[in-house]
């Protein structure tokens, strides 16, 4: 079946079955798009679900109520990721209230675009302490927690899961857009490194590197016939990407079916990675 710009997927995703039940977890950005579908993903998936939201109250209620009617606890936590002291009330709420935490993602990022030379110090402080600086902020507050309270064999083989959202422009590099594929690229490393470092508590660190996906974020990509036409050019799979492709990849990572994996990129993009422009000689 060809996509077109209005395609949706809408048709159900294969269900993993609750290989994450007893285990809470904590999405960061989850009031919208990727963060909304990894939510949701996770509660289908047996966890308890704290939803962090930076601005939209009602959004965040509205992804609360849908986890519920899964038959999940849940709580809506206000919090910018980028401030310390946001971040720090934000991990003491959610620990208190479900009592620890297994599985973060840290999904909160934006994108303030602008050719570098009008590109003001502005954007490009706002795009790293929210991209990069919000995912050491909430790295860390997950390391102390699961390093507290280390390995439930009851409940995962690890002491706690962290997967970090990060994008193809960790590796593409993105001309307009420096300010956002230089956070994505330093998050690769500080991921990397992290991984390294806290493999020895059975602490798993992976990111996922999604391609384009139908969200807010993009949406002058994926609007119009024409854009979704050119977008379709850097794509050998043929359609745009739904929230729900992330949300599968992010059940499967925070799960013990990964449990080997860590220090690991996951990359979800329907080829994009793949130098479509060789499809056809080079
Ligand atoms: P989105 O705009 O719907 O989601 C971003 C979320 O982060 C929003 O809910 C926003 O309110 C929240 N947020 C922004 N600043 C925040 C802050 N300071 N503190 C807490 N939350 C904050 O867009 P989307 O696409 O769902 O983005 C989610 C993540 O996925 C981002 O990190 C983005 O870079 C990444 N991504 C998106 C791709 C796409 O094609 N949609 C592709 C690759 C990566
Ligand atoms: C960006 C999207 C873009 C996608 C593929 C993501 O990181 O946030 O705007 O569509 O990469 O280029």
Redesign the pocket.
């Known amino acids: 079946m060809a996509s077109n710009s209005s395609t949706t997927w809408a048709a159900p995703m294969p269900f993993l079955g609750e290989i994450l039940k007893g285990q809470p977890a904590l999405v960061?950005?989850?009031?919208?798009?990727?963060?909304r579908a990894v939510a949701l993903g996770l509660a289908r998936a047996g966890a308890d679900v704290a939803v962090?939201?930076?601005?939209?109250a009602d959004a965040a209620d509205a992804v609360v109520r849908e986890i519920e009617g899964l038959g999940r606890r849940a709580l809506a936590l206000k919090?910018?990721?980028?401030r310390e002291a946001d971040v720090e009330a934000m991990f003491a709420s959610a620990i208190s209230h479900f009592g620890t935490l297994h599985i973060v993602v840290s999904?909160?990022?934006?994108?303030r675009d602008a050719a570098f030379d009008a590109m003001t110090l502005a954007q490009w402080d706002e795009v790293i302490t929210?991209?990069l600086t919000?995912q050491f902020l909430c790295a860390r507050a997950a390391v102390r927690e699961f390093k507290r309270r280390g390995v439930d064999a009851a409940v995962s083989r690890a002491a706690g899961k962290i997967i970090c959202?990060?994008?193809?422009?960790q590796h593409i590099p993105w001309a307009g857009h420096v300010n956002?594929a230089a956070s994505?690229g330093g998050l690769m490393l500080l991921m990397q490194s992290l991984a390294q470092e806290v493999a020895p508590h059975f602490i798993r660190v992976n990111s996922i590197?999604?391609?384009?996906?139908?969200?807010?974020?993009?949406t002058s990509t994926w609007q119009t016939p024409a854009a979704y036409a050119d977008l379709m050019t850097f794509i050998p799979y043929k359609r745009i990407?739904e929230?729900d492709d992330i949300a599968q990849a992010a059940v499967w990572l925070a799960s013990d079916a990964a449990d080997y994996v860590t220090g690991t990129s996951l990359v979800v993009d329907g080829g994009m990675s793949l130098y479509p422009q060789f499809a056809d000689g080079g």
């Open positions: 960061t950005g989850a009031s919208s798009g990727i963060g962090n939201y930076s601005a939209h919090g910018d990721v980028s999904n909160a990022g934006v994108q929210i991209n919000g959202m990060s994008s193809v422009h956002y994505k590197a999604p391609g384009a996906i139908r969200t807010p974020i993009n990407g929230p």
